[in-house]
Nanobody
Framework: VQLQASGGGLVQAGGSLRLSCATS????????MAWFRQAPGKEREFVAL????????YYADSVKGRFTISRDNTKNTMYLQMNSLKPEDTAVYYC??????????????????WGQGTQVTVSS
């Protein structure tokens, strides 16, 4: 099982980036998907999740109103549109998946499959 995150880069504060997570998951449409991030010296933290049918999304308070999570079940791919980026958004962003996750799954341990991460750097 592979999850490949991409789309990171260097952007100025106030700018935007769109991350993608391409997967080789069979039955992708049955998986709950999420984004996490990890800044230097900090623990990995929850950013957003989307349920298998995309009916429900949840966001960390720190990104609510600025980030949008979505998925395309025909392409086995998940996205994270990040707008109004701030320097504190700087981190390695990871995508995660779990076949049996619930909409309350916000912990690292809730997810069985992880991508390799993509670096997002926001300059002030």
């Amino acid at each position: 099982v592979q999850l490949q995150a991409s789309g990171g880069g260097l952007v100025q504060a106030g700018g935007s980036l769109r991350l993608s997570c391409a997967t080789s998951l069979s039955a992708f449409s049955l998986y709950i998907m999420a984004w996490f991030r990890q800044a230097p010296g900090k623990e990995r933290e929850f950013v957003a999740l989307i349920t298998s049918n995309a009916a429900t999304t949840y966001y960390a308070d720190s990104v609510k109103g600025r980030f949008t999570i979505s998925r395309d079940n025909t392409k086995n791919t998940m996205y994270l549109q990040m707008n109004s980026l701030k320097p504190e958004d700087t981190a390695v962003y990871y995508c995660a998946a779990d076949r049996y996750g619930s909409s309350s799954a916000r912990a690292v341990g809730n997810y069985a499959h992880w991508g390799q991460g993509t670096q997002v750097t926001v300059s002030s």
